[in-house]
């Protein structure tokens, strides 16, 4: 008899305890601002904290945690099936295929660009674009690496392949893109790989201490945009889940996220690059509305 009761017991402590968890959304952030400002003055401002709380809003239901991550140790979270966890933003890696489920695309990033300092622009004849292969190979110019970074398949694999040269350094902190900056300028590294926003975040929110005016080169035959999606755990609550938030990816929605991610670019040319971008990649759901 007492086996029994012990039984039905555990039966509905089980039932009970999964139905409390699939309430629940564990939320993993990036820490990497501007796309989420995790700390001090500007805290909450960035295109995915503002993500975050639309989709928030949009499951009013479930018990929101949010959890700050690196990449690297996202991309060990992308190879596991536990349940009840989500990215705010993330670009689709190929490593995450198996065990997670992706929403519709949100936005897409444009390629990251190289940024040098004036001196190093100049001994390269000021150019718009540069082929990535010539600088990595170039002894003399020390490129900055931090580690765990993704760009695109064909960057990382240039990156990979001689990355423990003398003319790379790599680093891995929790503020790798300011820390990389400040050895830019203090000469340690001559170029370093960067997406818009984490550039002119520094300089808008005043991070560095200084006002160096960087240069920016484009890369040669590299033109990607990678899209950015929510994504959850492949699993049925995962996928409920993302089912309810692609009812709310509407035009209007990316738009408004879209405005979140231009105030982060300095210049006036850049937020119309990156308005223009995005009109483009995504002019058939635009025209659909309109």
């Not at 309430?23 to 003055?41: A, E, M, N, S």
């Not at 975050?52 to 809003?57: E, K, P, S, T, Y």
């Not at 444009?110 to 622009?121: G, K």
């Not at 000021?126 to 931090?146: A, E, Q, T, V």
Request: contains cysteine; proline residues 4%.
């Amino acid at each position: 008899m007492f086996t029994r009761f012990l039984l039905l017991f555990l039966l509905f402590y089980s039932a009970f305890s999964w139905s409390e968890s699939a309430k629940q959304i564990q939320w993993f952030q990036y820490d990497l601002p501007p796309y989420h400002i995790l700390r001090g003055q500007y805290i909450g401002k960035g295109p995915l904290d503002y993500m975050l709380r639309l989709w928030q809003q949009t499951l009013p239901e479930y018990q929101h945690s949010a959890l700050p991550v690196n990449t690297t140790r996202m991309l060990r979270e992308f190879t596991s099936n536990r349940n009840y966890r989500c990215i705010t933003g993330s670009f689709v890696f190929p490593i995450s295929m198996e065990n997670w489920v992706w929403s519709k695309p949100i936005y897409v990033e444009p390629p990251a660009v190289i940024v040098t300092r004036q001196d190093v622009w100049k001994k390269l004849k000021r150019p718009d674009s540069i082929d990535f292969d010539s600088l990595l190979k170039n002894p003399n110019l020390i490129f900055g690496h931090f580690d765990g970074r993704i760009y695109s398949g064909e960057i990382d694999q240039k990156v990979q392949s001689i990355i423990n040269n003398n003319n790379i350094i790599t680093i891995a902190t929790h503020a790798s893109g300011e820390s990389l900056m400040k050895m830019l300028h203090r000469r340690r590294v001559d170029y370093i790989l960067e997406y818009l926003p984490e550039i002119h975040w520094l300089a808008l929110s005043k991070q560095l201490g200084y006002t160096e005016d960087f240069a920016t080169i484009k890369l040669k035959n590299h033109t990607a945009l990678m899209a950015v999606h929510v994504g959850c755990v492949k699993t049925k609550w995962g996928a409920g889940i993302i089912n309810r938030l692609n009812q709310v990816i509407t035009v209007d929605t990316q738009k408004s996220i879209w405005h979140h991610y231009e105030q982060w670019l300095k210049k006036p040319a850049l937020k119309k690059y990156f308005h223009d971008v995005q009109v483009n990649h995504f002019k058939e759901l635009i025209d659909a509305v309109e």
